[in-house]
């Protein structure tokens, strides 16, 4: 009776050292068919200032031809935009905005012109927040 008990347990071991190793899972890695892999940061600014007024299109325009032009000679987009938030009073804010699209590679100097960018911005206007959304793109010329 104990070889029909021990049997058992001894294949059971057997087997369990023929387990088949997997190798640790890896992240999948982007495919990009026909361009190149990089970055597209998109930065939202403001356009109302706290004190009611408002950043003019002269003011705009001269902040993109003196402050983002130099650091992104490659290209930009601008884009019109309408934000609204739920703000801390528990009111709907409502504001006009101006998207700023940049494509560019991955590297510390370009992070350091986009994070100048945001803060002359905050500085210049009084605003509180010029927000950053980042992503990996597929980029072909």
Known sequence: MSR???LPVVMALLLAGCQTRHAPPTKPQPICAGGDMMMQTTLWFGMSKPDGGRVSSLDWMNFVDNEVTPRFKAGLSVYD????????????????????????????????????????????FNQESVMRVDAPVCVGF
């Open 81 to 124: 935009a309408r934000g609204q938030w739920m703000g801390e009073n528990g009111k709907l804010a409502r504001e006009n905005s101006k998207a700023l699209m940049l494509i560019h590679g991955i590297d510390p100097a370009t992070n350091q012109d986009i994070e100048a960018l945001r803060n002359l911005y905050k500085k210049r």
């Open 4 to 6: 029909v008990i021990a």
